[in-house]
């Protein structure tokens, strides 16, 4: 099993950028597929990204396409979402998440879950 802890979220301008991080514990995290969700009030979780588990392919939402890159660091068990040119619809809780399926835009083929970190962005 893994555990997994996102930090990096906060208030940011729109138009600014944000660099969030998942550490991950227990196995490493190169055994699996990675991805980010985000889940606004009053709205059902959605996907954001996810990455194979060399990180040689990679696969994005539209919404966030040409503004957000995911990468992993397998050497140091950890994933990262870089946000850049964020509007106030990026707002919401992001969750990172680990799978033995690749690429997946699907929650269920995800097994294990972070705690999320709440990402604000003003107008």
């Known amino acids: 099993q893994v555990h997994l802890v996102e930090s990096g979220g906060g208030l940011v301008q729109a138009g600014g950028s944000l660099r969030l991080s998942c550490a991950a514990s227990g196995r490493t995290v190169s055994s699996y597929a990675m991805g980010w969700f985000r889940q606004a009030p009053g709205k059902e979780r959605e996907f954001v990204a996810t990455i194979s588990r060399s990180g040689g392919s990679t696969y994005y939402a539209d919404s966030v396409k040409g503004r957000f890159t995911i990468s992993r660091d397998n050497a140091k068990n950890t994933v990262y979402l870089q946000m850049n040119s964020l509007k106030p619809e990026d707002t919401a809780v992001y969750y990172c998440?680990?799978?033995?399926?690749?690429?997946?835009?699907?929650?269920?083929?995800?097994?294990?879950w972070g705690q999320g970190t709440q990402v604000t962005v003003a107008s």
């Open positions: 998440a680990a799978s033995t399926l690749t690429l997946s835009t699907i929650p269920r083929a995800y097994d294990y």
